[in-house]
């Protein structure tokens, strides 16, 4: 009899395959020997070249991170846009800060000195600063700010950045605030004024300043030299003083002065970059130092006079006090793809802040907000009808002592201390009245 089990059991077809097919449709053995996936390609590393290759990728991340430069590739185009829709939503009204009845543009330069100086002294980030200008421009855009309030405005201001950009340790405290304004106002009032400031604003401090915006400019695909951002830097401090630049976003302003601190430096044009709103700081920035380079502020001048800012002031002025000047090119033409003409025109939504809803309340002063109604604005040195006349000139208090303790190690060892005229000789004296024993 023939035995024929083991020819059986060879022919049977097996309803468990031995080798479990691909999910892929390509087996391991075919891939292997396919040319599209040659032998080298598939690298097998170790746990420890694993460990190491992290470590050193994430140090390169590390360095650069200690220079402003931050990692994002995969959502640049949604924070751009994210911070674009930001500073329309949080800009100021100029037309509203002309109607106040005390403060004059001409008093903002020197309450931006004061603010310099104080931001220079705590050793801020720059992100506080232009967002101090911001939360007051934004403030008095909406309120009626009396002359004897408008250092007041900018301190709490101020303190409401440190708190919002800055690391705890460096945070001015009220007694330093106090200290500095010579004890014109009492501890109560900045706090209060704090209070005041943010139920105006409503709570609103995501603004995407021109800091944010420079640094995002120049950590791009090309990475500008350290003294091209210090003396955009210098230009950028120049717009936080005059009314012609409070129109403009914080992007145009960082644009604007990137694109005269290339100039200046020497580098090459972008041509297609600059927009026309650009080429209007640019031109405001370069009238301005060309023809008033000797009125600029001290402080800002002395800040930005030493090796640590690459000496971007003395730079800057000197280009402009030998009668140089931004020139102007044309931009390069390029055939274009015929427009319709019967295409509706788009138009720009206006900004929240520019609306006429917001002005709905008729500008209440700032004193007879009932939130902001207690002692410390309606006690017997603040009730004197005379303080809320008009006023021809702005004068903050500032304390001289303080300003001359400036940090040792901020800056290089030959640092110079303030001594400016303007802000020192002109101390307002305290309206509380002697208290009579």
């Given at each position: 009899?023939?035995d024929?089990?083991?020819?059986?059991?060879?022919?049977?077809?097996?309803?468990?395959?031995?080798?479990?097919?691909s999910?892929?449709g390509?087996?391991?053995?075919?891939?292997?020997?396919?040319?599209?996936?040659?032998?080298?390609?598939?690298?097998r590393?170790?746990?420890?070249?694993?460990?190491?290759?992290?470590?050193?990728?994430y140090?390169?991340?590390?360095?650069?991170?200690?220079?402003?430069?931050?990692?994002?590739?995969?959502?640049?185009?949604?924070?751009?846009?994210?911070?674009?829709?930001?500073?329309?939503?949080?800009?100021?009204?100029?037309?509203?800060?002309?109607?106040?009845?005390?403060?004059?543009?001409?008093?903002?330069?020197?309450?931006?000195?004061?603010?310099?100086?104080?931001?220079?002294?705590?050793?801020l980030?720059?992100?506080?600063?232009?967002?101090?200008?911001?939360?007051?421009?934004?403030?008095?855009?909406?309120?009626?700010?009396?002359?004897?309030?408008?250092?007041?405005?900018?301190c709490?201001?101020?303190?409401?950045?440190?708190?919002?950009?800055?690391?705890?340790?460096?945070?001015?405290?009220?007694?330093?605030?106090?200290?500095?304004?010579q004890?014109?106002?009492?501890?109560?009032?900045?706090?209060?004024?704090?209070?005041?400031?943010?139920?105006?604003?409503?709570?609103?401090?995501?603004?995407?300043?021109?800091?944010?915006?420079l640094?995002?400019?120049?950590?791009?695909?090309?990475?500008?030299d350290?003294?091209?951002?210090?003396?955009?830097?210098?230009?950028?401090?120049?717009?936080?003083?005059?009314r012609?630049?409070?129109?403009?976003?914080?992007?145009?302003?960082?644009?604007?002065?990137?694109?005269?601190?290339?100039?200046?430096?020497?580098?090459?044009?972008?041509?297609?970059?600059?927009?026309?709103?650009?080429?209007?700081?640019?031109?405001?920035?370069?009238?301005?130092?060309?023809?008033?380079?000797?009125e600029?502020?001290?402080?800002?001048?002395?800040?930005?006079?030493?090796?640590?800012?690459?000496?971007?002031?003395?730079?800057?002025?000197?280009?402009?006090?030998?009668?140089?000047?931004?020139?102007?090119?044309?931009?390069?033409?390029?055939?274009m793809?015929?427009?319709?003409?019967?295409?509706?025109?788009?138009?720009t939504?206006m900004?929240?802040?520019?609306?006429?809803?917001?002005?709905s309340?008729?500008?209440?002063?700032?004193?007879t907000?009932?939130?902001?109604?207690?002692?410390?604005?309606?006690?017997?040195?603040?009730?004197?009808?005379?303080?809320?006349?008009?006023?021809?000139?702005?004068?903050?208090?500032?304390?001289?002592?303080?300003?001359?303790?400036?940090?040792?190690?901020?800056?290089?060892?030959?640092?110079?201390k303030?001594?400016?005229?303007?802000?020192?000789?002109?101390?307002?004296?305290?309206?509380?009245?002697?208290?009579?024993?």
């Amino acid at each position: 009899m023939k035995d024929v089990s083991n020819s059986n059991r060879a022919t049977r077809p097996s309803a468990y395959p031995k080798k479990k097919p691909s999910p892929y449709g390509v087996s391991k053995s075919s891939r292997r020997q396919s040319p599209l996936y040659p032998a080298h390609s598939v690298v097998r590393k170790t746990p420890r070249a694993a460990r190491a290759e992290q470590r050193q990728r994430y140090a390169q991340i590390s360095a650069l991170r200690r220079e402003g430069i931050y990692l994002e590739e995969e959502y640049h185009d949604e924070i751009r846009a994210y911070m674009h829709e930001m500073e329309r939503q949080t800009m100021c009204s100029i037309a509203s800060m002309d109607q106040q009845p005390e403060i004059r543009w001409h008093m903002r330069p020197c309450l931006v000195d004061f603010l310099v100086e104080l931001h220079f002294l705590f050793r801020l980030r720059p992100e506080t600063l232009y967002l101090t200008l911001n939360i007051i421009d934004r403030y008095v855009s909406k309120r009626v700010v009396y002359v004897k309030h408008y250092q007041l405005v900018g301190c709490a201001a101020l303190w409401i950045a440190a708190k919002f950009e800055d690391a705890k340790e460096r945070v001015p405290t009220v007694h330093d605030l106090a200290q500095m304004c010579q004890e014109t106002y009492d501890e109560s009032a900045f706090i209060q004024m704090e209070g005041h400031v943010l139920s105006t604003i409503q709570w609103a401090l995501g603004h995407p300043t021109a800091e944010s915006w420079l640094r995002i400019f120049c950590c791009g695909p090309i990475v500008e030299d350290q003294k091209v951002q210090h003396v955009a830097r210098f230009l950028m401090e120049i717009t936080l003083f005059y009314r012609e630049f409070c129109q403009y976003p914080s992007s145009a302003i960082a644009l604007g002065a990137l694109t005269l601190a290339r100039f200046l430096c020497g580098k090459g044009r972008r041509i297609f970059e600059e927009t026309e709103e650009c080429l209007e700081i640019v031109e405001h920035l370069d009238n301005r130092l060309a023809k008033h380079a000797n009125e600029l502020s001290e402080t800002l001048v002395k800040k930005y006079s030493y090796a640590f800012y690459s000496k971007a002031a003395t730079f800057v002025l000197q280009f402009y006090l030998q009668g140089g000047r931004f020139q102007r090119q044309s931009p390069i033409s390029l055939p274009m793809t015929p427009v319709r003409t019967h295409s509706p025109k788009v138009c720009t939504p206006m900004s929240v802040s520019t609306t006429v809803s917001d002005m709905s309340d008729d500008m209440p002063a700032t004193p007879t907000s009932p939130v902001f109604s207690s002692d410390a604005f309606t006690s017997s040195y603040m009730s004197d009808d005379k303080e809320n006349l008009p006023s021809p000139k702005f004068e903050p208090a500032i304390n001289k002592q303080m300003i001359e303790q400036v940090p040792e190690q901020f800056l290089p060892h030959d640092f110079v201390k303030y001594q400016r005229q303007a802000l020192h000789n002109l101390n307002v004296a305290s309206p509380r009245p002697a208290v009579v024993s």
